[in-house]
């Protein structure tokens, strides 16, 4: 993160083993914006679990020029990685390093918890429910207090101490992670081979006290196996296996979810790590409510194991048959198996069965399942190049490159599982005792191919052109067989190998256009029927969302513009160099893919179409700096910026589309948050009909407090009405940037950090909203000054919760600045006997984040509604932006030592 301008990547959770969201240069589509991912030049599926110490570099394609070169799969940009390799002629080299890791939620800087109350009190002061002195009963859960009724005395006011025992809530739902990682690497080569292999195991126990742990084995061989002709062949095991559990309530099987707020949304007097007299931790501590689950009690009754198994197998063979003609062959296969075992205990002789349990069933139940899943990649290219100088004698500098490419992609998945509920009260439980039993089965494939052609000419190292095209079949177009062609081009021009411009050593000036694709879902266009039983009959029905023969490839279009530019000064001390790369950018997207709604008379209620059009533009700015050069001490300094903004260009019947917090409407921003919000005039007219809110023989009786208009008589805020929505921003940022320095002394200490900054992205804070309903916010605590009272009033407060309908109240300006990572290496001296390449260093991560957002991480943003609904596979373009009490990221501090020998 941070090294590539114009790539947007955050990480919204800080539960192990969860990816980062990755937006390069804006949306292409309102469905899913991940990049493809090539490892070795071969197609897998994630980052996820990748072992990032068998990572040699990574290269980042941002735009659809360079993208075409994946065709239908590279809409969205690409990311490259490469493994390490070993180096021929070369004595075996052993490299050990070992990592510790410390670190807990990041928690904001100031409390989102009212340190106040406004419930009914007894004469000494302590709470009350039904008019008795507020307890605990014998099984550790709590009543709910009396709420004092701000409508019947509008100057009730959240302003008393409490009297009971109060609990840090965050400080028993998340517990401090601990991670050790241990990499063994050894490489090397012969005279005509080389070799690499890594050998990792990483362990985790995460702040919600699970674990999680992952063994890689990774073999990266080379051989020259004749005259120009090489083989090489890369592999990665990746063994992963964790316990986690959800900690809320969870009643589908197999199902899981890292929220914990049911625990964070509760009375500070309730202690959530009490044992009931079974020593067992209350399910229902919150008054007995069934839907509020203790999440610290879960693993009492419920155990669930994933263990997955992930083979990733690339194969090359290389034939340079002359100096004209290189032929070259890549095969990939990944492999992943996923057994997953998920089970609740029979909780009918818990204390709170009758209350509330974990789980579908209070007798308990068992869901095992098997996902298999298989890609495979094939691409063999012709490539042939010529020197017109030193190949045909003829003097005029011109070299070219003809790429002739055949690119064949399937992937299949199959999935299993067993059900069984109502288990017996004693163990051992498996589905062979469940009184109920189920059972079913999956099976879907996908497959695409095509064909590239590209052309390279390049005139000295002056002037150079690429043009090309890529036709693409695949099970996931539209209707017949026609396949998708998308073309290409490049220019750049060097003028200083015409003209000397000092102090510019290098400039470059640069075109691109280039055309990708986007394609839809494997079966979005087939119709397929769902099954399932009635009595002793199977029957089969129609999915509620209908598929599209006519559907259409999404289809991006992107033009850029940039110039790259390197000034060496005659300093020899301060500002020695300077290289600096601009890009403008402008992209749009044809044909994407919305639901369309149906008649009920159909028999579902959607279809999928291709309804909308998209447009994105930014600028990438990079910047790398030696800003000081001495005989002992270096200081580099690089910046990243990235400007994005995404817009929607047309909607069908320019119909606005809403799903959970997200808008979609035609010519405005994606990720849009569009909602009814407080007045902020008294004349204020309703944006629908034109008629004020307010009669003009009623405005007297209402005055502007903190912006928001106020009746001073009840403190309420006048809100507007649902459909005089007003647009508030998006989720998205305006730009990011990342800044980082790197001092090196005497080659011996090393200190470098980085801060990460996003700018003007909004974020619904659905976590306040829910607070405000208990009177739990911090907010609550704050005085305001009505009609020259002034007070912490609960009328004014309760006003701006509305229920759980959004509003523009809880969207909050969500940019920060965050110390990303900061590290202190020493390196051990060289002459240290059989040593080499040896070090310690000591890190920290996200230790510092500057922001106005109220809630815990702004970073850590989901699409969950206020029910928990997601709306990031709904084609609203939202992928973050909502603030649901997702795992915080994690501040953390590092130790880490590299042994080599």
Partial sequence: MGKVAGAQVQFNSGTPGTGASIILRGLNSLGDSYPLILLDGVEISDLNGVDLGNIERVEVVKGAAAGMLYGAQGGNGVVQIFTKKGSANKKPEI??????????????KNSVIAQKHSFETDANGFITSSGAKLAVDANGSWGNPDFMDPTANYFV??????????????SQAYSTATTFNNTLNVTGGGEKSDYSFTLSRYQEKNVLNNSYNRTSLGANIGFQ????????????TIFTGDDLLSGDADAT???????????????????????????????????????????????????????????????NLNYKINKFIELDYKYGIEFTMMDRSNSYKNQTTALQSSTAYWGQTVKGSIYNESDKITRQNSIISAFIKTDFEKDFKINFPLKTVTQISYDYRKRERRNYFAQGTELPSFPPYNINVAANKTSGDFYGTFVTYGMLLNQTFDYKDLLGVSVGFRS?????????????????????????????????????????????????????RQTTLSVQQLGSTSTIYNPSSLANPSLKIQHAKELEIGTD?????????WFTSLNMSFTYWKHSTADAIQPASLPLTSGASQILDNLASLESKGLDLSLDMRVLQTKDISWDFGARLGTTRSTVTAIANNADIVDGLFTVRAGQDIGLFSYMGPLTSIDQANGVSKVPYIAAADQGKYQVVNGMVVDTATKRVFMSAQADAKNVGSAYPNFTASFTNTFTYKNMLTLSFQFDWYQGNKIYNTTRQWLYRDRLSADYDKAVTINGN??????????????????????????FLRLRDISLTYNLPSSIKFLKN??????????????NYSGLDPEATTTSDAQGNSSASKYVGAIKGADYFAVPNLKSVQVSMRIGF
């Fill in 838 to 851: 040896s070090s310690i260093t000591v890190s920290g991560r996200n230790l510092m984040t500057i922001t």
């Fill in 790 to 815: 002034t007070g912490a009033y609960v009328s004014y407060y309760n006003s701006l919760y509305n229920s759980v309908s959004p509003s523009t109240w809880f969207v909050e300006d969500g940019s």
């Fill in 253 to 315: 099987i197999g199902g899981t979810s890292t929220n914990r707020f049911a625990l964070f949304n509760s009375f500070p007097y309730i202690d959530f790590t009490f044992k009931d007299p079974s020593g067992n931790r209350v399910v229902s501590a919150n008054g007995g409510d069934k839907t509020t689950k203790n999440p610290l009690s879960e693993p009492d009754w419920r155990n669930r194991v994933t263990n997955r198994i992930r083979i990733i197998e690339n194969a």
């Fill in 565 to 573: 530019v390197t000034f060496l000064t005659k300093s020899k001390k």
């Fill in 225 to 236: 196996l004749a005259k120009g002709l090489t083989f090489r062949n890369s592999m990665q």
């Fill in 95 to 108: 490299t050990f390093t070992s990592q510790f890791s410390s670190g807990s939620i990041i928690k904001g």
């Fill in 157 to 170: 006011q959240n302003n008393k101490s409490y009297k009971e025992k109060v609990y840090d809530h965050l």
């Fill in 472 to 524: 693409d079949y695949s099970s996931a177009f539209g209707s017949g067989s026609t396949p998708f062609t998308f073309p290409r081009g490049t220019i750049y021009f060097r003028p200083t190998e015409l003209i000397k411009i000092k102090p510019i050593s290098e400039w470059k000036v640069r075109a691109a256009y280039g055309e990708a694709g986007i394609q839809p879902g494997d079966y979005d």
